[in-house]
């Protein structure tokens, strides 16, 4: 199935420390990449020959299901690099190419790689069913980071990637920006609270830097304005930093070293602030970036790194939450499931804020992905991202009739509710966790936590 993506332009790509390598070279550089990563990733080459092409994981992959192309199931997938890697760096496939499924490289791989690499949505579920263990997600970003080492990735990615590493979030937001937006929810706090609810913006000697995702400023806004309510509630000494206003780390789903420079700015932005805590906000991928990459990136951290879901969790006991009159239902971002093992706090939140809660199925990290995450947010995937999320689709409408759908990740917050209106279901509200816990609190009960 060809995947229709706008490639990035040479300077776009250059803005981030990449270039297009000419075609002639692809080959003999492709093969240096390859072999640089299998020293960097002793995973990477036991993944690779540890496949048997058993078959379990076609029936994990919601991408094969919604396609029915024999490269999406993952082992295929994996197998579009397997092959080269095959043919070039072991023993069986250089001296019996034609018995090992080897091939050679040629002007058709990198156009593959392009098509199915970007239809995987890096869920990892089948690494959850493959008998082995083997995590072809983990492949798939691989050949990600090859491609963009040849100047081959989608504009869309590279345009985010520059915001990030020009202005800290992916939006491009600027400080007078951020504090206009923060000076507006302020107002609305105090209009439907009567409380001088705060949004500070880079105030030294707090205890808590709070990194929410860019989008809480201008569509999500009802996450922050939870978050703001929560630590107000509690007392929290708590600071926004103007420098690293995003939890997302685009990075990790197409180039390393993108990954390593905003996740370097949490620590920059951590210790001229001087706080103790880092809490990162609702982000599946960002969160994953930063609690199992950001030393291996960076060197250690001196400040305490946290999910704000696990730090609300923690601190039930002290609110006054009221149960709001709805039945609804937790999405688990595949990062969050798969990726951290955040499954627990999230249903203590909302057990706690709503009448009814109930549970998708399959679900915790058994559960589908929306069809938006790995960075599949691009305009020209829709259509394919309403096939990948059909089968997140048909969970949801089989609790139907439902009031809420918990998302606490920025890209499944993006892709939800178009997933839901092109399956006939725009009925049902889309949010995050922090927005149900914004709206189950008792704010007039405040201080007698």
Not at 61 to 90: E, M, V, W
Request: glycine fraction near 8%; include cysteine.
């Amino acid at each position: 199935m060809k995947t229709p993506l706008v490639l990035a332009k040479r300077e776009d790509l250059e803005k981030i420390g990449l270039s297009p390598v000419d075609a002639s070279d692809r080959k003999k550089i492709t093969l240096q990449l390859i072999d640089e990563y299998r020293k960097f990733s002793r995973s990477f080459s036991v993944m690779l020959e540890t496949c048997t092409n058993c078959g379990v994981c076609a029936g994990a992959c919601h991408s094969y299901q919604a396609t029915d192309d024999f490269y999406n199931i993952p082992a295929a997938r994996a197998g579009l690099l397997r092959k080269i890697f095959t043919r070039y760096f072991t023993w069986s496939g250089k001296f019996f190419t034609k018995f090992t499924g080897a091939t050679d490289f040629d002007d058709g791989t990198l156009d593959a790689w392009l098509d199915y690499f970007y239809q995987c949505n890096v869920c990892r579920r089948c690494a959850v069913s493959c008998p082995f263990g083997i995590d072809t997600g983990e492949i798939v970003l691989a050949g990600r980071n090859i491609l963009s080492k040849l100047g081959l990735a989608p504009s869309f990615l590279v345009n985010i990637a520059r915001n990030e590493l020009e202005t800290g979030n992916n939006s491009g937001i600027q400080k007078p920006a951020v504090l206009d937006s923060c000076a507006f929810l302020e107002e609305e706090l105090l209009e439907e609270t009567g409380m001088d609810i705060r949004i500070p913006v880079d105030k030294p000697g707090s205890e808590v830097l709070y990194i929410p995702s860019s989008s809480e400023f201008f569509v999500n806004v009802d996450t922050l304005i939870g978050a703001a309510k929560f630590f107000h509630f509690l007392g929290v000494d708590w600071t926004l930093s103007s420098t690293i206003l995003e939890a997302a780390n685009y990075g990790l789903l197409f180039d390393l070293e993108v990954m390593k420079k905003h996740n370097d700015r949490m620590r920059k932005a951590a210790d001229e602030l001087g706080v103790d805590k880092v809490i990162q906000g609702e982000c599946g991928h960002g969160w994953r970036a930063a609690k199992m990459f950001s030393e291996g990136a960076n060197g250690p951290i001196r400040f305490s790194l946290e999910h704000v879901l696990d730090f609300v969790a923690e601190r039930l006991h002290d609110l006054k939450l009221r149960k709001l009159p709805m039945k609804a239902t937790l999405h688990d971002s595949c990062n969050y499931a798969r990726g951290t093992g955040l499954l627990d706090s999230p249903r203590r939140i909302m057990r706690a804020c709503v009448e009814e809660f109930v549970e998708m199925e399959p679900c915790r990290e058994r559960n589908y992905c929306c069809g938006g995450g790995s960075g599949l947010l691009m305009d020209e995937m829709v259509e394919i991202r309403m096939r990948l999320g059909k089968m997140k689709a048909d969970q949801v409408r089989s609790l139907l009739p439902l009031d809420y759908v918990a998302v606490p990740c920025a890209s499944c917050k993006a892709q939800m509710p178009l997933l839901l209106r092109h399956y006939g279901m725009e009925e049902v509200r889309v949010g995050g966790i922090l927005e149900l816990l914004g709206d189950a609190l008792e704010m007039g009960a405040y201080g007698t936590g």
